[in-house]
């Protein structure tokens, strides 16, 4: 890839900003029917297994990353964003508070350079565009360099469709040639930036000068606690467990990677998740995939991310069954956590690390606190426990964002129809993650807000009250 923009790239880029700006200005006067039915339409378009199948194998074929028949149900994400959409408001007063004699007004970011993954070619660029629609926005892509063929098919088919729509095809435009030295130039000319992918991509958002939004790491982290203690609930935690490590083959942020299980439940629970799928790795196969997944200094080694068990298998130099969903490693216990223990760590294939705990759940939130520290601190973890208390502690304990119970954390952490959490493929981590917010990255996002305040009746409690036990007479006396 190029190190340095040409004059010619720089020109192009100047060119499709200036289209971008103009569509803005156009979709800046659309009201709110106008505005969903534009949603409507570009997320039918893309929903249509007709195209979301079959692109779903290009994206497979191209990047070499993910499973065919999972990566399908990518779309539901899709369907999830146009029913949030559908559901706000985005034009004019979006809200009003009497009681404090405020109203909010929604106004469009503008011009948005969003960073398109390579574990979400798609996804990414449909997702968004819908939220961006729906704020009156326009949206620059700039597709990973090993996805950008699958990336620009995307968007042309949003493109023809807003053109039927009678709406402007430069709403959403894709770079045909990205590099990193292009993307950074994008970046410098736009009113907002949205970065989905590694620490060095949101880092290099955030150095732009531009105002961005961007996702952290994941290594997600699931308690199983001492109430999991029936075939009944095993099952289901496993099944889930299976889900959300499986899906496009463990590619994604949100997956599955370590599993904390209480010892009076260890075995039933290993057994559930057999029956799910889970092949088990004996301590010499343990460390063959060790050795293909990450080098010397623990760096996770490229050709082994997001693929099949089989082939997960066949690269450390053994097999195993046809069918076998994952892979589950014996990860042990607390002391078999950290830096230098790498299945401790985010996996992002068809790799599972399971851990047993003992004891008093505090030694759980130990667990959980220390792979953390490993990577991932800010992103996700869930617990399958039907002790209340247990879900409190560990919502007051985890640094995470998001925190899912009973449900996988790949479906559910980046919205689901059985949650409420907000649908986006962009999950802010915090300042734990290195980001700026801690939230899923949706509709709000992608708007600018204008408050209008009305004067009030005072309202300020006396120096006394104020101050408390602090107070002293003559406090505003100098």
Aim: proline share 5%.
């Amino acid at each position: 890839m190029s190190k340095e923009v040409t004059a010619e790239q720089i020109q192009m880029l100047d060119e499709m900003v200036a289209r971008a700006k103009a569509a803005a200005d156009i979709i800046a006067t659309y009201d709110q029917e106008r505005v969903d039915r534009l949603c409507q339409a570009v997320a039918a378009a893309v929903c249509d297994m007709k195209f979301w199948g079959p692109m779903c194998d290009e994206a497979v074929d191209e990047t070499r990353l993910g499973d065919k028949v999972t990566k399908r149900n990518k779309r539901n994400k899709v369907k999830l964003i146009l029913r949030d959409c559908l559901r706000q408001k985005s034009v004019g007063i979006i809200e009003e508070i009497p009681e404090k004699g405020l109203v909010k007004y929604a106004k469009p970011v503008g011009v948005i350079a969003t960073l398109v993954p390579t574990t979400n070619p798609c996804l990414t660029p449909a997702g968004q565009v819908v939220y961006a629609i729906k704020a009156r926005d326009v949206l620059i892509c700039s597709p990973h360099p090993r996805a950008k063929n699958v990336t620009n098919k995307c968007i042309n088919v949003i493109r023809e469709t807003l053109v039927r729509e009678g709406a402007p095809a430069d709403i959403i435009q894709g770079i045909a040639e990205p590099s990193i030295a292009l993307t950074q130039e994008l970046m410098k000319k736009v009113n907002l930036v949205i970065a989905t992918g590694g620490r060095p991509m949101v880092k290099s958002a955030y150095s732009s000068g531009t105002p961005a939004y961007g996702s952290g790491a994941g290594n997600a982290t699931v308690i199983i606690d001492e109430t999991a203690n029936t075939p009944e609930r095993q099952a289901e935690a496993a099944m889930n467990s299976r889900i959300s490590k499986c899906s496009d083959f463990g590619s994604g942020c949100s997956c599955d990677g370590n599993l904390l299980i209480h010892e009076s439940v260890y075995d039933g629970f290993v057994a559930a998740l057999v029956k799910e799928g889970a092949y088990l790795a004996n301590e010499e196969e343990a460390e063959k995939l060790k050795a293909v997944m990450w080098d010397e200094i623990g760096h996770r080694l490229p050709n082994t991310v997001a693929i099949s068990p089989q082939k997960l298998a066949e690269a450390a130099g053994f097999t195993i069954p046809d069918d076998r969903k994952f892979i589950a490693v014996t990860g042990g216990g607390k002391n078999d956590i950290g830096k230098e223990h790498y299945f401790s760590s985010e996996k992002l294939t068809t790799l599972l690390s399971l851990f047993k705990y003992e004891g008093e759940f505090e030694n759980a939130l130990d667990m959980m606190r220390a792979i953390f520290e490993v990577g991932g601190k800010g992103h996700s973890c869930g617990i399958y426990s039907w002790n209340d208390e247990h879900i409190h502690r560990l919502g007051m304990a985890a640094p995470v964002s998001r925190i899912m119970v009973r449900q996988p954390n790949n479906r559910g952490n980046s919205g689901s129809s059985t949650n409420g959490m907000p649908p986006t493929s962009s999950m802010g981590c915090g300042t734990w993650g290195g980001n700026i917010v801690s939230e899923n990255i949706a509709l709000k996002h992608y708007m600018n807000t204008t408050w209008v305040a009305r004067p009030l009746a005072e309202d300020m409690p006396s120096n006394k009250e104020l101050f408390g036990d602090f107070f002293k007479e003559g406090m505003d006396e100098e």
